[in-house]
């Protein structure tokens, strides 16, 4: 929708690149989760982006780099509170201090 309300208000041109318009519209997760993200802001990354080799794998050392903390820490994580939630109230419960005076 960003895209469509910036060309409806000439704010931008209409991109005829196939290639850049799927790359804004394939960054719809980040569009939804906010903040919005109005093409007009990313037209300018998208003139003077330079692909490389150099940049591809540095896209795919931080992919390899991220999935990896998500298989170890995350999952891992996430079995540890699964058996949290699964406790009833009478297995949860809290140290007590006494305080002496």
Known sequence: MSYTIDVYR?????????I???TFVTMFPQLVGGP????SDVE??????QPGLRKLAEG???LVLG???KVVIANTMGQ???QVF???LQHLFTPSYRFTT
């Open 10 to 18: 000439g704010e931008v041109h209409v991109n005829r690149n196939f």
């Open 80 to 82: 540890l509170a699964d």
């Open 86 to 88: 699964a406790l009833t």
């Open 36 to 39: 919005i993200v109005h093409y």
């Open 60 to 62: 795919v050392e931080r």
């Open 44 to 49: 300018t990354q998208f003139a003077h982006h």
């Open 67 to 69: 999935l990896a903390k």
């Open 20 to 22: 850049e318009f799927a």
